[in-house]
């Protein structure tokens, strides 16, 4: 069991936990496809949970290394990005009628991902392994999905219709890109 606490291996312990949060978002959204929205978000925060222990565990253990980086990426691209999209799209667009707006609520979801892709690449340009910052540059991933979820929730208790889901998602969004300074925790 030595390789869990082997900086290069692809198998350390921190990586360990960055491959429970890929799983947590894979069955995310298989739940999605079958409609379980409430399971498809538990196994999300699941997943965000696991983000927050592998970097934790990278930095007590000396396990940050580049694959580490990539990997935690992909997560981080599935589980804040990919899901909480593809469940705003089922859950709310696809579900409130929207007519022929929906080529517009589909065009604001390949919006919100694409941000969030870019947002995460050029996060990796500039990472260096084992390195923290105190302030992010525009909204982390993360924090963007947390602002979704909110927003989702804000539709389910009909505080927000589908339009004002769609104007938000395009805002946070942006913000992923932004200039905003955001706290590291």
Known sequence: MKFLFTPSSQFNLANMFTFVNITAGLLAVYFITQNNFFLAIILAWIGGAFDIFDGKIARKFNLSNEFGIQLDSFADFLSFVLVPVFLIFEAVYAQANLGNIIFLAAILSIYYVISG???????????????????????????????????????????????GVMLLMLLIGYSLNSKIKVKHL
């Open 117 to 163: 892709l870019r947002r995460l690449i050029y996060f990796n340009i500039n990472a260096d392994a084992g390195e923290i910052e105190n302030y992010f540059t525009g909204v982390p991933t993360p924090l963007g999905a947390i602002l979704l979820w909110l927003v989702y929730l804000g539709f389910v208790y009909s505080f927000i219709p589908a339009y």
